[in-house]
């Protein structure tokens, strides 16, 4: 029994090259996926390992050579079964023709002294010759017989034992080279990794991507997941359902927290005008920053154009003077000071400069789309000291990917509060919707204007 390798860009042509090259009794004893790439073109292939009996191969071959060309094509075409019938018969048909031997000299004379024997004309005994008697016939058959069940035990016996080293051998060998397809760490099944592919390149994290598609391996059969078009429906509703967001906006005291850089005084600034023109409400902007130059400056030069109050708070104490002044207002908007909240400092300072309210308050953690998710995720568990009730993210128009986004809304216990998507005010600014979220994600907008650009 030999082994032998055989790489080709499917399975179904690799089971032509062993059907061809080792013959109809090969033995496939393992398949696995060549990720380096078959050809010039790096494209995907398999490899097969095949035991083939080499007794088998000579005979393929004895029968190809006395094959026409024309036939030899179709014979290696044909299933494995029937090539080993035509291979059956075209021996037979062989050794039908070949001419009786003769024997090289003549049979000796009888005499007296020599044991009585019956001479034949061959060399050896025909079992089917009608000249041969009953008993001695199944005597020669049953000899026959016997010498040929002993022939097939021995070549089997060698064959098993070949097969028992191949098998030893291979079980040794290390299995990390079998590289599994994207998402099966997760669940994800093979007919479901283009999917599971799709959602990570949106920018989705492996373990919420593969938590998407096992939910959708649970929910819909084994046909409806053959169906790209139904999955991807059921993905877009799930994503729909799991998102959260906040409509909150009856709070008087709307505060603003977030690392530097993130947006939180243009975001600031867009929520305030979209109140006074869209919703006529009464509001005020309060700063609190004491640490930025100018920032003071700047926030009272938009209190001006929006024409509403604006106040500066430096400590605690100044809460008491501010406050009475207050409840004529329908929303009170402050900005914090961008801080990173690396120490119980920051977090101690950003407690005592807050408002001595309690009720009529939401807080909004301001981050941009732009971050990484595991900056993103360590900021949310960095503010979570001082308390955080929703997140605004900046910058989507500056963003390849937003699946930062749903990223963090399930790795993090809070809800979605609004988007800024751009610099314009209050234009580029609008309130999170699941829709959006996944319009963000799946890009159905930006895909239907390709379309319809094409």
């Known amino acids: ?20 090259q080792l013959g109809p009794d ?28 080499e007794t088998i191969l ?140 799709k959602l990570t390149s949106c920018g989705l994290l492996p373990e919420v991507a593969g938590n998407v598609v096992s939910q959708c391996q649970k929910q819909l059969s084994a046909q409806q997941q053959g169906n790209k078009a139904t999955v991807e429906s059921w993905m877009a509703k799930y994503i729909l359902d799991t998102t959260p967001v906040t409509s909150g906006q009856g709070e008087q005291f709307h505060l603003f927290m977030g690392p530097s850089g993130s947006g939180k005084t243009s975001a600031l600034i867009k929520l305030a005008s979209d109140m006074i023109l869209n919703q006529k409400k009464r509001v005020a902007i309060i700063s609190t920053d004491s640490t930025k130059v100018g920032a003071a400056e700047q926030m009272k030069i938009f209190a001006q154009i929006l024409n509403v109050p604006f106040l500066s708070v430096r400590s605690q104490q100044d809460w008491s003077h501010v406050i009475p002044h207050l409840e004529q207002l329908d929303h009170v908007l402050v900005d914090f000071s961008g801080l990173n909240m690396r120490n119980q400092e920051e977090v101690n300072y950003v407690k005592r400069i807050g408002p001595p309210v309690f009720h009529s308050l939401r807080t909004h953690l301001v981050l941009s789309a732009t971050a990484k998710d595991a900056d993103l995720l360590e900021c949310a568990k960095r503010y979570e000291a001082v308390g955080f009730d929703d997140v605004i993210f900046n910058d989507l128009d500056e963003a390849a990917q937003h699946g930062n986004i749903y990223n963090f809304i399930r790795k993090v216990n809070t809800e979605l509060f609004a988007f800024g998507i751009g610099p314009k005010v209050p234009e580029d600014f609008e309130y999170a919707t699941p829709e959006r979220v996944v319009d963000l994600l799946l890009k159905i907008t930006q895909n239907r204007k390709q379309e319809v650009s094409l």
């Open 1 to 20: 029994m030999q082994v032998k390798k055989f790489e080709a860009r499917s399975m179904k042509e690799a089971l032509e090259m062993i059907k061809t």
């Open 26 to 53: 090969a033995i496939i004893l393992s398949a696995k996926e060549i990720t380096k790439g078959f050809g010039l073109g790096g494209e995907k292939s398999i490899e097969v390992t095949a035991a083939y009996s």
């Open 58 to 197: 000579r005979k393929k071959q004895f029968v190809e050579s006395k094959m026409p060309d024309m036939h030899k094509e179709k014979f290696q075409r044909i299933p494995a079964k029937d090539q080993k019938e035509v291979m059956r018969k075209m021996i037979e048909s062989q050794l039908a023709k070949m001419p009786a031997a003769t024997p090289a000299t003549p049979p000796p004379k009888l005499t007296s002294k020599t044991t009585p024997y019956r001479l034949t004309e061959k060399r050896y005994i025909e079992i089917d010759d009608d000249h041969i008697g009953g008993q001695e016939k199944t005597a020669v058959t049953q000899v026959a017989k016997k010498a040929w069940n002993d022939m097939e035990v021995t070549s089997l016996k060698q064959e098993i034992e070949t097969l028992k080293q191949v098998m030893s051998q291979f079980k040794t060998m290390p299995q990390s080279f079998v590289q599994a397809h994207p998402g099966a760490d997760y669940g994800v099944h093979y007919q479901m990794s283009a999917h599971y592919q």
